[in-house]
């Protein structure tokens, strides 16, 4: 089903209402317990961190795959924490879990398991690793929105997960990003961070939170997005109908939204 002109209209009309029906979309699809759509992906990274960050203030180390996109450290470091990254398998990739296995430790707090260019990582192993070792499996399906590794798809298997409907993602909106939670321990604390019951109080925290993370899209955002409370749910929007549909094209009007957000 392509987008149309009266479905941009809607998401810009919408407001709060098309953001709570995309976050239950994407909720459902990953059998998640909350989804949380914000700007990117880094942030929705940042966000988890700091939640986890929080509750154990004994581990500060997290493990990070040496092969990704560079936002993935600037997440870990702007949270305030030690990035340790970890050699990826020549297989596919992704980071090694022989290597994670190895250097886990009970200063570790979480992995970010960064599923790069749509092949899931081992999940079976990692999962195991960190189940036994008390850090957090995040996943990064960023790059792999729809994947599945055992029939399952990704973003469900961590304790948390971030999407990203970046313009050059299979999951796209314009730009945006969503915080995927599976395990219901962390939900108080991730809508403290995100103040999810006053969005844009939240949004604006979050968006000061994440200015380390890049000189130019996120750092920008809160001065340069029109209006992040109409963009978000537009992004959404314009992502749950785009993607995944053979042979649809990008309609004009997408690409003036688009070319809103050019800072
Ligand atoms: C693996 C991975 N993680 C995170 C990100 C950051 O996504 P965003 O631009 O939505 O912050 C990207 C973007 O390319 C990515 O490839």
């Given at each position: 089903m392509p987008l149309t002109c009266s479905d941009v209209l809607r998401a810009c009309r919408a407001g709060p209402s098309a953001r709570a029906e995309f976050e239950e979309a994407i909720r459902a699809y990953h059998g998640s317990q909350a989804a949380f759509a914000v700007s990117s992906a880094r942030a929705a990274l940042w966000s988890a961190l700091c939640v986890l960050k929080a509750r154990h203030p004994g581990r500060n180390r997290v493990l990070l795959p040496a092969y990704t996109c560079p936002t993935v450290g600037r997440a870990v470091l702007a949270a305030g924490l030690e990035g340790l990254c970890v050699d990826v398998s020549a297989e596919d990739f992704n980071i090694d879990a022989e290597q994670v296995e190895r250097h886990l430790?009970?200063?570790?707090l979480a992995v970010i398991a960064a599923h790069m260019f749509g092949t899931p990582c081992d999940l079976t192993r990692l999962t195991a690793a960190c189940d036994r070792t008390g850090a957090v499996l995040i996943e990064d399906a960023a790059q792999a929105c729809g994947a599945r590794f055992a029939g399952q798809v990704v973003g469900s298997f961590g304790r948390m997960a971030v999407l990203s409907l970046g313009r050059s993602k299979n999951l796209r909106g314009a730009s945006g990003g969503v915080l995927l939670v599976n395990d219901p321990d962390l939900l108080p604390g991730v809508r403290q961070v995100l103040k999810h019951e006053d969005r844009e109080e939240g949004t604006k925290k979050h968006e000061e939170g994440c200015a380390g993370l890049s000189q130019s899209r996120t750092a920008g955002a809160g001065k340069a997005q029109p209006s992040t409370a109409v963009l978000v749910p537009l992004r959404g929007l314009c992502a749950l109908r785009v993607s995944g549909l053979p042979g649809t094209r990008e309609p004009p009007l997408f690409t003036a939204v688009r070319n809103l957000q050019t800072w």
């Amino acid at each position: 089903m392509p987008l149309t002109c009266s479905d941009v209209l809607r998401a810009c009309r919408a407001g709060p209402s098309a953001r709570a029906e995309f976050e239950e979309a994407i909720r459902a699809y990953h059998g998640s317990q909350a989804a949380f759509a914000v700007s990117s992906a880094r942030a929705a990274l940042w966000s988890a961190l700091c939640v986890l960050k929080a509750r154990h203030p004994g581990r500060n180390r997290v493990l990070l795959p040496a092969y990704t996109c560079p936002t993935v450290g600037r997440a870990v470091l702007a949270a305030g924490l030690e990035g340790l990254c970890v050699d990826v398998s020549a297989e596919d990739f992704n980071i090694d879990a022989e290597q994670v296995e190895r250097h886990l430790s009970d200063r570790v707090l979480a992995v970010i398991a960064a599923h790069m260019f749509g092949t899931p990582c081992d999940l079976t192993r990692l999962t195991a690793a960190c189940d036994r070792t008390g850090a957090v499996l995040i996943e990064d399906a960023a790059q792999a929105c729809g994947a599945r590794f055992a029939g399952q798809v990704v973003g469900s298997f961590g304790r948390m997960a971030v999407l990203s409907l970046g313009r050059s993602k299979n999951l796209r909106g314009a730009s945006g990003g969503v915080l995927l939670v599976n395990d219901p321990d962390l939900l108080p604390g991730v809508r403290q961070v995100l103040k999810h019951e006053d969005r844009e109080e939240g949004t604006k925290k979050h968006e000061e939170g994440c200015a380390g993370l890049s000189q130019s899209r996120t750092a920008g955002a809160g001065k340069a997005q029109p209006s992040t409370a109409v963009l978000v749910p537009l992004r959404g929007l314009c992502a749950l109908r785009v993607s995944g549909l053979p042979g649809t094209r990008e309609p004009p009007l997408f690409t003036a939204v688009r070319n809103l957000q050019t800072w």
